[in-house]
């Protein structure tokens, strides 16, 4: 996520929809992909120049914790069924 520019989101939510989309209905964490998906459907939906650049950047960073802890608590499901 070092490289990750907080200005261009688009390619960060196309590689965390296609990871949400992965989890299949039978899986423990498709739940929280469901998560995943809701919140990057509304991220893509908001995605609009501003004026003022840090008014995307907060909503970016806000967007990308919320996946980055939801991502993390699908992955910690996958490790308990291990």
């Not at 939510?13 to 990871?19: I, K, R, S, T």
């Not at 120049?49 to 910690?76: H, M, W, Y």
């Amino acid at each position: 996520m070092a490289d990750l520019d907080l200005g261009n989101l688009r390619p960060w939510l196309d590689e965390q929809e296609n990871y949400a989309r992965s989890i299949l209905p039978l899986d423990p964490a498709f739940d929280v992909a469901q998560e995943m998906l809701v919140i990057i459907a509304a991220a893509r939906e908001g995605l609009r120049p501003s004026a003022d650049s840090t008014a995307n950047f907060v909503q970016n960073k806000e967007i990308i914790e919320q996946l980055g802890t939801l991502r993390g608590k699908a992955e910690n499901v996958f490790k308990g069924m291990r």
